[in-house]
């Protein structure tokens, strides 16, 4: 059922450009031990803002006003500053969840906004869920054959009617027996009345961080970004398979899982996580850089301007120009005050497309050679759009130059992909890109050569037992996605 | 937990006249055969609004588009009437509910407005209820043990949580097993993908009738008065104990529970319904005017003037002055711009209190011996109010003249009423009201004469086994309400 | 220019009860000497509301804050009872209006919401006004011509421009000077930083009545209901032609304009005002019964039931029960949750008309010999329809009595009329009338008979200089409508 | 008077990194000859948005429709892009503005929101300002004088009822005896019912642009990068002094006033502009990138980073960074959820500050010589937070280098500055600012240094007859402003 309690938040999604990325579908945040946590869950989710623009929620405990929620379309910005709603979740206890919609869901509806809530005899537990859950089918169906009422259409509520059905009698206990029946990718970040709680699924696929603030106050966040804003130190990841219970200021750690190698997300380097965010120790401005450097080893030209699409390009691009040699330059310029989406927009603004965002500067780019460094190619569909502007400008060459391997394959594990077919490298070899695209060349950074700048190893990847998830790039997928291959999705075969 | 999707819709309620009365929770209206059903459920709705006011849902199906969901805070008139939203509820089924909160409930929640919907394994259902299960906080306990999450904090979930726990294999028969479990009173409107049910509690305590449509069309309402504004013919009533299953033009009738006397709530004739209803056979209107002319010969006064206290007094009141032969006049002029609240008031606004809805017409008044009709004094608040304008203005003398008995008990039937302290007359006899009010007579009718007025018999109450249900005068509850002796309410002991 | 602040308040104006009325134009409201003026104004426009539902502003002024003025579309009731807005309001000098929009302006537009505001070298002023002027058309050519830029499309502008022109020192004086200019009908409230002031036209067409509050403090207002509501005392009439000056306790009284036979609108008491204000000494209400006993005695019928067309027929029919000895009932209810429109309504909404707003009382009507009572017939449609849910509840006959004489000729003087030709008085015989509606008979009481009602004389009227405006019966205008007249609007003849 | 229509936009402005700058306050657009020129006119305001936050309008005229207007608080992208809008907006000729609200004005009003409209004998005509007039005192006061009633406090409203008063009888004519009496800055673009119409002052101080559409359509703009979005092609600017009017494929040329030397405002090419504009044949992201160029030649300094302070400082940091070979940088990363201010925040965002827009990339800054370049320092309080952050992250040492020279004093031109009291460098020498930054050493690009990079010429400024408008920086003005003067605003003696 969809319960349409707000008008349908978009009505289509045409901005050309973020329309033409892959997205992270969540951020989460929690902290405890310090007044007014939802304030600080607020800043948080501001930080992670990146991560899912579409919605955002927050629950907070307070011993005397109980479990508080509020859950909103639109920028955290735009609703979690107000005095007048910050007032209504009070609490020195809070968690929050940030979310872009995934592709399925046709027909945004706040039911579907997280924390989720559920009341169980010994009190009540909220989540928040990052990742995706692959067997969420096969369990929603066998949760309403024994009488659970489902109030959305996310994979995500599974996790709390398993945990309502749990016989444990205290609900750190319930959510690993939950936890123990999902598939998939997950870190989740959950609170009781006197527990925050956080656990990373055994590969570790989504990041999940904690930091610590003044006195007892813990902080738990998908990333370390979210950590500075609110003056909190960075004190070391969730480990895959770890699952930590705070309270009172002291940290438990528990091993729910059985060990597994890990396989974190190699795109949260490439363009989900923020520059400023450190992960396994480095900057992801710096390991963007680097595969700037990489890409000008692997695939130089001879050119007059490194230029960036921006702003996800930037990084790479300053790293492919130090490398080159090559002078670095803004040949396109980022219009500020676009956001994501319109309600109910003209028919002239709906064929706007990229120029609503992004022009060209022209005087820059005028007889120049121009190296355009981007950080993916999706569908294609923007940079087609890209290089025609860069062309009427009177460039006099265009290369492009990717800063991650060919997107051949969807994700299942929490991030919003186009189906197969609709994935250019799905369909074409790179020389078939590059006519399709019609620039002078195409080239992708390999993928030992995305291992070697994310520091993985000097020789790049392990291919037998890859030290990342790059199921985007390879079709070698570290969970089987048990829900897809019932609707039909085919496996990559030896042949492939 | 409250979950603050929108703004408290009533900070508070200082309405004093309709905070005075005792309030109907509920009005539910269903209607299938017909091309854009909700759109005459909307229609059946505003007709209903007198028994709920806060709050609206309406839940449709359409075999494309499925089950669709809105639920609004408001008027049905400033909602549902809007084509951009009747668009989002496509199909020829449709059901909806109309809510007054209940006393309990602090911060209206949208998660608490009816119709509730559950997706079983063999489809979905919707359900909107008006009544109070008396048995509900045990029910809710039992349920959570067993792994069920509630959503609101509404009585009325428990009917969807025992249905999906049901082991039968279609839903009717899913709806009667959970109806057996429940206690109180309760008038529902259900709706599967293909069927349209009501069901009536074995008392019959809260009214429910069918109507049809042209061709195949059928409609179930909680009163006649809705029939009316669609066109649509009044069959007759659903009986006490009663379900019927509407599909393909077809009423089905089912006595899903053991037989008993039926108990119809004796107030819904006083003030609930609507005047222009028809309930067993007779106009509500009439009904009144009845019990106006009865309250005359039992309490008769030597007067200038009888005045209705609008608008629930005026048909007591025509009736009485036609009986007495005093002429009748409008001495108290009824502000029509008046809702029911007011979101963030000033001070001043706060302090009008009565003077914002009513006005003494002064020269009608001036030196005369006034009769004041009322429907009834719960609190007590607003009489006095009124005879302090109607002195001021001038009256000579103010006898107030009830058109009920006192109101001495708390419904738990789904009305909201004070608690029992709060009852002028249950702690004071009725020359102590008449003193407290400051009048200079004071006469309810009795219980009697009211039960002639309502065409029961022309003996009065049966007191051996009273033709309805009269709990609020008597303090004879047909249903133990389980829940509220848990709480410490006291029934009316042998000596009382 | 069409300044679409706001969406068009009403799209359109379906709702056949009310649109089937003449309409007043405005209500005016003043205040000083009290703490909060703003506040008082908002009571006072609120107890107003029945002379204009579209839009309603207040005007304040604070010796720190200056002039601050807040204009809304929608009830008083729905903004200016909130404490955010009536703080930014402070003052104890106000003034503010209500506003019904005429038939002329189509798409309403927030800055035709008065008061209307205008800095002078000597200090701000600010004026509400009750009325139309009749040459507006030439004085805003003139006005244009001489270079002033109006900002609405009102006539009432004219007066605040033609004061900024005047070269008196002080503002009442420019006032003065502005309204010797101006024909038609006005009462206006108007305010300096000091004072207080209120106008009749010389003709006195429109109400505007001086109240007392404890201390120092002043009212003015169009009607003395709005000075129950905040317990001012009523003081007098401003009397036609009157200027007063409030200003320190003081009410300096001044006489502009050449002394004229005054010609107050009489459809003030048959219609447009409150039955609870007093006009001439006189209850509304009690004018308008006796209007029904007048019509029982011109216009007598032998029948089963008087019933009146809720509410503004219900006086007189209360009168006409009452002198007939027929009983009075209620066949007709009216639903209380109708507003006046509705925004982007379905289809099915725009069909349903009245029974939207009225359902019969079939019970009560069936079989019956019913006499309808209705305050006046302007095109007819409404009476169409109510007749014919009245014989479809089984009515045996339906006789119409009306509590006006037959609306022939459009009011140019602050009143929104439909043209001529739409008025079924102005094209059909009394005969012809009662065929079109389709009755049984057709009554309208006699001029003479209104005259006598409302206790002008006991032989009715003086047809050598009537003792009202009564041009809506008569056609014969106390001031020339100049500004129609150049549009080709048609005087009366001698042979008419 | 303050008509609150809308509650105040900015309760405050406290986003500290943008209150910290200078602030243009307008932009232009209008647009002939195009259907739906109203469409247009929203895509040139989105692209000019940086010019301008607060609020914008649109005026657009058809021949069967009339003037239509519209005014919005807030992004040009959440309000004119709306299909529900745009239609009402009609008509082949439009005009637009956004506006940046002065520090003098407190409590933003929707009636000071341009284009300004008027209705004269010989039609309607609206206008359109960006500038600021120094004489506007005295003019409203002479024309409250005479009868005119303003209806905002802005400056730019003389114009229209200079306009309205003049005895021309065409309307170009009139807004030439107009704009001679108008004294300062101003490029206004302006239309009729069959014109557009675009001027510049004689100084030429603001930019104006003509751009062409295919067939006859013409364009005029604030800046080119407007005529990008709707794909016009660039024609010239409008020059100093000139006035065009634009009419059935025509553009007449006309030169209303006195010749005098042209004074573009120079901080257009520092800050005001966006980098993809186009000013004197010279594109300002290269003239930036050119300060950056200079500014490494004249103030070296070794270290181990360029980091632009984002976003203004970017092209002239990587023009220092290419000059002085040291590698360019990302150290401080800007959140792009960030809108300008934000409504009724909690005490929490409030103190936060910077840290909700800016983040630093620890990694990269740790242990660094850093190299800061922004584009101005106005109140110094920005950068001596982000010198903090730099620190805290580790720097070793960290140099701020300032693409512009210290601004000394404020601009009475129409741009926002604070008053000179406030401005760090009207009170401190370059080492006393040094000292409060605290920072290892702080340089500021010179005049003749800022010149040469705008292309002036190889020598700089040429003290006797300066190129530019630069009275920011100098304190030499080339209109007196006379209203300030009378205000008690000081010039600068000789002594200075």
Same mark, same amino acid.
């Given at each position: 059922?969809?319960?349409?309690?707000?008008?349908?938040?978009?009505?289509?999604?045409?901005?050309?450009?973020?329309?033409?990325?892959?997205?992270?579908?969540?951020?989460?945040?929690?902290?405890?031990?310090?007044?007014?946590?939802?304030?600080?869950?607020?800043?948080?989710?501001?930080?992670?803002?990146?991560?899912?623009?579409?919605?955002?929620?927050?629950?907070?405990?307070?011993?005397?006003?109980?479990?508080?929620?509020?859950?909103?379309?639109?920028?955290?910005?735009?609703?979690?500053?107000?005095?007048?709603?910050?007032?209504?979740?009070?609490?020195?206890?809070?968690?929050?969840?940030?979310?872009?919609?995934?592709?399925?869901?046709?027909?945004? #509806?706040?039911?579907?906004?997280?924390?989720?809530?559920?009341?169980?005899?010994?009190?009540?537990?909220?989540?928040?869920?990052?990742?995706?859950?692959?067997?969420?089918?096969?369990?929603?169906?066998?949760?309403?054959?024994?009488?659970?009422?489902?109030?959305?259409?996310?994979?995500?509520?599974?996790?709390?009617?398993?945990?309502?059905?749990?016989?444990?009698?205290?609900?750190?206990?319930?959510?690993?027996? #939950?936890?123990?029946?999902?598939?998939?990718?997950?870190?989740?970040?959950?609170?009781?009345?006197?527990?925050?709680?956080?656990?990373?699924?055994?590969?570790?696929?989504?990041?999940?961080?904690?930091?610590?603030?003044?006195?007892?106050?813990?902080?738990?966040?998908?990333?370390?970004?979210?950590?500075?804003?609110?003056?909190?130190?960075?004190?070391?990841?969730?480990?895959?398979?770890?699952?930590?219970?705070?309270?009172?200021?002291?940290?438990?750690?528990?091993?729910?899982?059985?060990?597994?190698?890990?396989?974190?997300?190699?795109?949260?380097?490439?363009?989900?996580?923020?520059?400023?965010?450190?992960?396994?120790?480095?900057?992801?401005?710096?390991?963007?850089?680097?595969?700037?450097?990489?890409?000008?080893?692997?695939?130089?030209?001879?050119?007059?301007?490194?230029?960036?699409?921006?702003?996800?390009?930037?990084?790479?691009?300053?790293?492919? #120009?130090?490398?080159?040699?090559?002078?670095?330059?803004?040949?396109?310029?980022?219009?500020?005050?676009?956001?994501?989406?319109?309600?109910?927009?003209?028919?002239?603004?709906?064929?706007?497309?990229?120029?609503?965002?992004?022009?060209?500067?022209?005087?820059?780019?005028?007889?120049?050679?121009?190296?355009?460094?981007?950080?993916?190619?999706?569908?294609?569909?923007?940079?087609?759009?890209?290089?025609?502007?860069?062309?009427?400008?009177?460039?006099?060459?265009?290369?492009?130059?990717?800063?991650?391997?060919?997107?051949?394959?969807?994700?299942?594990?929490?991030?919003?992909?186009?189906?197969?077919?609709?994935?250019?490298?799905?369909?074409?070899?790179?020389?078939?890109?590059?006519?399709?695209?019609?620039?002078?060349?195409?080239?992708?950074?390999?993928?030992?050569?995305?291992?070697?700048?994310?520091?993985?190893?000097?020789?790049?990847?392990?291919?037998?037992?890859?030290?990342?998830?790059? #199921?985007?790039?390879?079709?070698?997928?570290?969970?089987?996605?048990?829900?897809?291959?019932?609707?039909?999705?085919?496996?990559?075969?030896?042949?492939?």
């Amino acid at each position: 059922m969809s319960d349409r309690q707000m008008p349908p938040a978009h009505p289509f999604d045409f901005d050309a450009v973020d329309a033409d990325k892959l997205h992270e579908e969540c951020g989460v945040f929690g902290v405890n031990g310090v007044t007014d946590a939802a304030n600080f869950v607020a800043l948080g989710l501001h930080a992670l803002q990146h991560r899912g623009q579409e919605a955002g929620g927050i629950v907070s405990y307070h011993p005397e006003h109980g479990f508080n929620s509020a859950r909103r379309f639109g920028y955290v910005r735009d609703n979690f500053t107000r005095a007048s709603l910050m007032e209504t979740l009070p609490g020195e206890l809070a968690i929050g969840h940030v979310r872009y919609s995934t592709a399925g869901s046709k027909g945004a #509806a706040i039911r579907d906004v997280q924390p989720f809530f559920g009341e169980f005899s010994m009190g009540g537990a909220a989540i928040a869920h990052n990742g995706n859950i692959t067997n969420a089918d096969a369990l929603r169906r066998e949760l309403i054959e024994r009488g659970s009422i489902f109030q959305s259409s996310s994979d995500s509520e599974c996790i709390i009617h398993l945990m309502a059905r749990s016989l444990q009698r205290d609900i750190p206990a319930r959510m690993e027996d #939950a936890l123990r029946r999902v598939e998939g990718a997950f870190s989740v970040v959950a609170m009781t009345r006197t527990k925050l709680i956080g656990v990373r699924d055994p590969l570790g696929v989504r990041p999940l961080v904690l930091g610590k603030l003044a006195d007892d106050g813990y902080v738990l966040s998908s990333e370390t970004c979210a950590l500075d804003i609110i003056g909190a130190e960075f004190v070391r990841e969730i480990e895959p398979g770890e699952m930590v219970v705070i309270s009172g200021g002291k940290v438990e750690s528990r091993r729910p899982f059985r060990a597994q190698a890990s396989k974190f997300c190699i795109f949260e380097h490439v363009y989900f996580s923020r520059p400023d965010s450190i992960i396994g120790g480095r900057s992801v401005y710096e390991t963007r850089r680097q595969i700037g450097v990489e890409l000008a080893r692997e695939a130089p030209v001879e050119a007059d301007l490194v230029c960036p699409v921006p702003d996800s390009g930037t990084p790479a691009a300053i790293g492919f #120009a130090h490398e080159s040699g090559i002078p670095y330059g803004m040949g396109i310029i980022r219009n500020q005050y676009m956001g994501r989406t319109f309600i109910e927009p003209t028919e002239q603004i709906r064929n706007m497309g990229v120029r609503l965002k992004l022009n060209v500067n022209r005087a820059l780019i005028r007889g120049k050679r121009v190296i355009l460094v981007d950080d993916s190619v999706v569908r294609g569909t923007t940079s087609r759009k890209i290089k025609e502007m860069i062309l009427d400008a009177g460039a006099a060459e265009v290369h492009f130059r990717i800063a991650s391997p060919p997107t051949a394959w969807p994700c299942f594990y929490g991030v919003d992909t186009p189906q197969r077919e609709k994935l250019l490298a799905a369909t074409m070899s790179e020389e078939e890109m590059r006519e399709h695209l019609g620039v002078d060349s195409l080239k992708f950074i390999s993928l030992d050569g995305l291992y070697r700048a994310v520091g993985a190893s000097e020789e790049g990847r392990n291919n037998k037992c890859p030290q990342y998830c790059d #199921a985007c790039f390879s079709g070698e997928y570290p969970v089987e996605p048990a829900d897809m291959i019932e609707k039909g999705f085919k496996l990559k075969t030896a042949a492939e």
